[in-house]
């Protein structure tokens, strides 16, 4: 069955008038039944613009929310009152511009600031990570902050999605905090979890983890077929080819009827957009995705790790084994080059 497609577009306001300058886009979007979660980079007229022509071609538009890079850009525990902020100014933008919207998207990820220096210079967020460790009132403080405000978005009329790393699943399943209070991360009770389990990540075993994790997923991010945020000092891997993206299509598809693709602006940029609209839904891939098992054996070990953790005496040593890991562990996806993309 031909699944629900949902397209990431992350752009500044005059790349996005350009993609969205002709017919092509809105035709071939029209074509796949796809949708488009749109990063609110800003509020501005043009970016309202591109909204209204989604509008008014009948594309669904996600609100995907987000922050400017000093205040972290995606949502997480240290900038639970800039998101606030940032949903208010929302809607009086969304008002005075007329702009519908389909549901509200809030992306769960680690600060961008710290997300640069784990992937550059990890051992220098050793005393962040510590200090939360030991501390959980920021984490219980976060959660409650954006429960408020999610009962604020619902009061609103707004259905919600989320956007989540994978590893958020094997935390709950071991009922611990661990990775929450190091990445920031919140958990959050939304209508539409979408699990970013982009295989361009982690290459060689991206077909495995996406397999392993789609099941537990209220949607499959899939993906990077181009475009995200710039991280200064990293480069991203390469860039899903056809092939990948087929393959990770038509695998999520075994799994739910929902998918999101990172992003609209790579599939356009790769000639793919219009060839989704000839691909046969009902071929799903014969056998296993290549190191299935090793995976899962992996996600395993993680969960009795997670559960070892939350006894308050082994959490010093959890930390410093991920971070002795850390430094050993090889970067197949990423290089520190002093250049370089990172999509979410």
Request: one cysteine or more.
């Amino acid at each position: 069955m031909k699944p629900r497609l949902t397209f990431f577009c992350e752009l500044e306001a005059g790349p996005l008038l350009e993609l969205f300058a002709g017919r092509a886009v809105l035709d071939s979007l029209a074509a796949v039944g796809g949708a488009v979660s749109l990063g609110l980079i800003d509020l501005s007229d043009d970016r309202a613009s591109v909204v209204r022509r989604l509008n008014r071609a009948g594309i669904p538009v996600v609100a995907w929310l987000l922050l400017p890079k000093e205040e972290g850009y995606w949502f997480n525990t240290g900038n639970v009152l800039a998101a606030a902020r940032r949903y208010g100014a929302f809607t009086v933008w969304s008002r005075e511009q007329r702009l519908r919207w389909s549901s509200v998207g809030l992306d769960i990820e680690t600060d961008i600031q710290e997300m640069r220096q784990l992937l550059v210079q990890p051992a220098l967020l050793l005393p962040t990570l510590l200090g939360r460790l030991v501390n959980g009132r920021q984490l219980a403080s976060a959660q409650a902050g954006y429960a408020a405000l999610l009962a604020e978005m619902r009061a609103d009329g707004f259905r919600l999605d989320s956007y989540q790393m994978p590893l958020i699943v094997d935390e709950r399943r071991a009922g611990s905090q661990l990775l929450r209070r190091l990445a920031g991360w919140v958990d959050l009770p939304v209508d539409r979890e979408v699990l970013m389990l982009y295989s361009s990540f982690y290459r060689p075993l991206g077909g495995a983890i996406l397999a392993s994790y789609a099941r537990q997923a209220g949607s499959v991010g899939v993906g990077v077929t181009g475009g995200g945020v710039q991280i200064e000092g990293v480069q991203q891997a390469a860039f899903l080819t056809w092939d990948e993206f087929r393959r990770d299509l038509l695998l999520a598809s075994g799994y739910t009827d929902d998918i999101h693709i990172f992003s609209l602006e790579g599939c356009v940029q790769q000639g793919f957009l219009q060839r989704l609209a000839d691909v046969d839904w009902d071929t799903l891939p014969d056998n296993a995705p290549a190191l299935l098992d090793e995976v899962n054996v992996l996600r395993a070990l993680l969960g009795a790790a997670l559960k070892a953790s939350n006894h308050p005496g082994s959490m010093v040593l959890a930390l410093l084994a991920l971070m002795k890991g850390a430094r050993r562990r090889s970067e197949p996806s990423w290089r520190s080059d002093g250049r370089g993309r990172r999509a979410t």
